[in-house]
């Protein structure tokens, strides 16, 4: 079952092609990274689909319904989607529970309710200890674990990560990254995860969408990119260069 469809997506600033023209199908419960260097477009793609910049040109459907495209949009908070972001973007005037309850208010759930799924999500994310803490009390890993909770309580259907893990030093990075991956399979959700680091999106995706100039050069499974890349760009950026 096909959970989200960009069709010819297009994002231009001024004069400037960022996004040309993408088109990107994903399955329900799929992993796909976006990888390509700094600047290739992706966060601007994942921006589009989570509804914070309108695309020039291109749709973006979600189950067969769209979201965006140039002359219309559904506002983000409207969209099953969370998005996390490298720098977690946390309150630091509010608690741990406070941050992971907040999209919880904005969507009118009632108190008990609320406090019900934020105790369940810290326990998923192992800090129901830390409910009580402020962000500037804890690691950047155990902040990236608020992101996540903040994201997953709302239960949404889609999960798109912008560089969660690059702020993170490098055992981290590994623990946080099968975490991440735990999480999407047991949620069921449909994720895109935005890096420019080869080895992080080999590890955790089920099909990889290698990004050059605002375009996907190849997307396959890492296998597949790996042992027979398109072009001579692809086999380089997956580190197969001859
Ligand atoms: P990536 O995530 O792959 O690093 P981005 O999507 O962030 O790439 O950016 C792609 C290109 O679009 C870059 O050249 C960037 O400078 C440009 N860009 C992104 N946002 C804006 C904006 N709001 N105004 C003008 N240019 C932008």
Same mark, same amino acid.
């Given at each position: 079952?096909?959970?989200?469809?960009?069709?010819?997506?297009?994002?231009?600033?001024?004069?400037? #092609?960022?996004?040309g023209?993408l088109?990107?199908?994903l399955?329900?419960?799929?992993?796909?990274? @976006? @990888?390509?260097?700094?600047?290739?477009?992706?966060?601007?793609?994942?921006?589009?689909?989570?509804g914070?910049v309108?695309?020039?040109a291109g749709?973006?459907?979600?189950?067969? !319904?769209? &979201?965006?495209?140039?002359?219309?949009?559904l506002?983000?908070?409207k969209?099953?989607m969370s998005?996390i972001?490298?720098?977690?973007?946390?309150w630091? *005037?509010m608690?741990? =529970?406070q941050?992971?309850?907040?999209g919880?208010? &904005?969507?009118?759930?009632?108190?008990?309710?609320?406090?019900? !799924?934020?105790?369940?999500i810290?326990?998923? #994310?192992q800090?129901?200890?830390?409910?009580?803490?402020?962000p500037n =009390?804890?690691?950047?890993?155990?902040?990236?674990?608020v992101?996540l909770?903040?994201?997953?309580v709302?239960?949404p259907?889609?999960?798109?990560?912008? =560089?969660?893990?690059?702020?993170?030093?490098a055992?981290?990075?590994?623990?946080m990254?099968?975490?991440i991956?735990?999480?999407?399979?047991?949620f069921?959700?449909?994720?895109?995860?935005?890096?420019?680091?080869q080895? =992080?999106? &080999?590890?955790?995706?089920?099909?990889?969408? #290698?990004m050059?100039?605002?375009?996907?050069?190849?997307?396959?499974d890492?296998?597949?990119?790996?042992?027979?890349p398109?072009?001579?760009? #692809?086999?380089e950026?997956i580190?197969?260069? *001859?």
């Amino acid at each position: 079952m096909d959970k989200l469809q960009l069709k010819g997506l297009t994002k231009k600033f001024a004069d400037l #092609v960022v996004v040309g023209d993408l088109n990107l199908t994903l399955r329900a419960g799929e992993f796909v990274s @976006l @990888l390509g260097p700094s600047g290739c477009g992706k966060t601007t793609t994942l921006r589009m689909i989570a509804g914070f910049v309108t695309p020039t040109a291109g749709t973006v459907e979600m189950d067969g !319904r769209q &979201m965006s495209s140039a002359t219309s949009s559904l506002p983000p908070e409207k969209r099953r989607m969370s998005m996390i972001f490298q720098s977690y973007a946390l309150w630091p *005037n509010m608690t741990v =529970e406070q941050n992971v309850a907040f999209g919880l208010k &904005m969507r009118k759930v009632a108190k008990d309710e609320a406090r019900r !799924r934020v105790g369940q999500i810290l326990d998923v #994310v192992q800090l129901g200890h830390l409910a009580a803490r402020y962000p500037n =009390e804890l690691s950047g890993g155990q902040q990236q674990r608020v992101s996540l909770a903040r994201a997953l309580v709302v239960k949404p259907e889609i999960l798109l990560l912008d =560089e969660p893990l690059s702020n993170l030093d490098a055992n981290l990075r590994e623990e946080m990254r099968s975490e991440i991956r735990r999480l999407h399979n047991e949620f069921g959700i449909t994720s895109i995860y935005v890096t420019h680091d080869q080895s =992080e999106a &080999m590890t955790t995706s089920d099909r990889i969408a #290698v990004m050059n100039r605002g375009r996907i050069e190849q997307i396959d499974d890492p296998l597949t990119l790996y042992t027979r890349p398109k072009t001579r760009y #692809v086999a380089e950026f997956i580190g197969r260069s *001859n």
